[in-house]
């Protein structure tokens, strides 16, 4: 059984994907052992909670530093002795402390074709910038912001007509696919890593 931790800011929608295909076996022999938050009113906590699974609201006003904060949270996920953490709309950037610790096994989806549109409005970026393809990256997570192997990317075509509500309406539609099927490939040892190319065994 391996142990999953799903750090989010916010909604959640992409934890309750992973819930899910926990729930109906499309992930097997795993649990989310641990959610953590670093905002008190994140709905990804109702969630947990409504679900049964332990969970963590750690605010980074009681900390001083980043490091400090991150120390925390890594003495928490390996208490929950987590085997992989699963980034989920988690609004923090990660110290150098927990990549080490957490070496490739920290992954985070990001909402478009990377390395294009990097940073916290990706959905927005590439619809303002005019792109005709975006979509949704599944990557390893190293010291640089969005810039880690990547493991799965999927395209979601912009039309003429698409605001961005519309676009991210289907790129979080997409998202809650990849994310369960990155998910399942690393659990599995399907994913190996060569430099930063990701070959997936299949
Ligand atoms: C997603 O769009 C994800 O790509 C980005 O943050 C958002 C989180 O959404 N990193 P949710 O909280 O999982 O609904």
């Given at each position: 059984?391996?142990?999953i931790?799903v750090?989010a800011?916010?909604?959640g929608?992409?934890l309750q994907a992973i819930i899910n295909a926990i729930k109906n076996?499309?992930?097997?022999?795993?649990k989310i052992a641990l959610v953590?938050?670093?905002?008190?009113?994140?709905y990804a906590l109702v969630r947990a909670k409504k679900h049964s699974i332990p969970f963590?609201?750690?605010?980074?006003?009681?900390?001083?530093?980043?490091?400090?904060?991150?120390?925390?949270?890594?003495?928490?996920?390996?208490?929950?002795?987590?085997?992989?953490?699963?980034?989920?709309?988690?609004?923090?950037?990660?110290?150098?402390?927990?990549?080490?610790?957490?070496?490739?096994?920290?992954?985070?989806?990001?909402?478009?074709?990377?390395?294009?549109?990097?940073?916290?409005?990706?959905?927005?970026?590439?619809?303002?910038?005019?792109?005709?393809?975006?979509?949704?990256?599944?990557?390893?997570?190293?010291?640089?912001?969005?810039?880690?192997?990547?493991?799965?990317?999927?395209?979601?075509?912009?039309?003429?007509?698409?605001?961005?509500?519309?676009?991210?309406?289907?790129?979080?539609?997409?998202?809650?696919?990849?994310?369960?099927?990155?998910?399942?490939?690393?659990?599995?040892?399907?994913?190996?890593?060569?430099?930063?190319?990701?070959?997936?065994?299949?």
């Amino acid at each position: 059984m391996k142990n999953i931790a799903v750090l989010a800011s916010g909604y959640g929608s992409n934890l309750q994907a992973i819930i899910n295909a926990i729930k109906n076996k499309k992930i097997k022999n795993a649990k989310i052992a641990l959610v953590i938050s670093d905002r008190a009113d994140a709905y990804a906590l109702v969630r947990a909670k409504k679900h049964s699974i332990p969970f963590l609201y750690i605010n980074p006003e009681d900390y001083k530093y980043r490091t400090s904060y991150d120390c925390e949270v890594v003495k928490e996920l390996q208490k929950h002795k987590i085997d992989l953490v699963v980034l989920a709309g988690f609004m923090r950037i990660i110290s150098p402390c927990f990549i080490r610790a957490y070496h490739n096994k920290i992954i985070n989806i990001h909402p478009a074709l990377l390395p294009a549109f990097k940073g916290t409005d990706g959905i927005g970026d590439a619809l303002s910038y005019g792109v005709k393809v975006t979509g949704v990256t599944v990557h390893f997570v190293d010291e640089k912001m969005d810039n880690g192997a990547i493991i799965l990317q999927s395209a979601v075509l912009i039309k003429e007509t698409d605001t961005k509500e519309s676009l991210a309406k289907k790129i979080h539609k997409l998202e809650h696919k990849l994310f369960p099927r990155a998910i399942k490939l690393i659990l599995e040892g399907k994913i190996r890593l060569c430099g930063r190319k990701v070959k997936v065994m299949l």
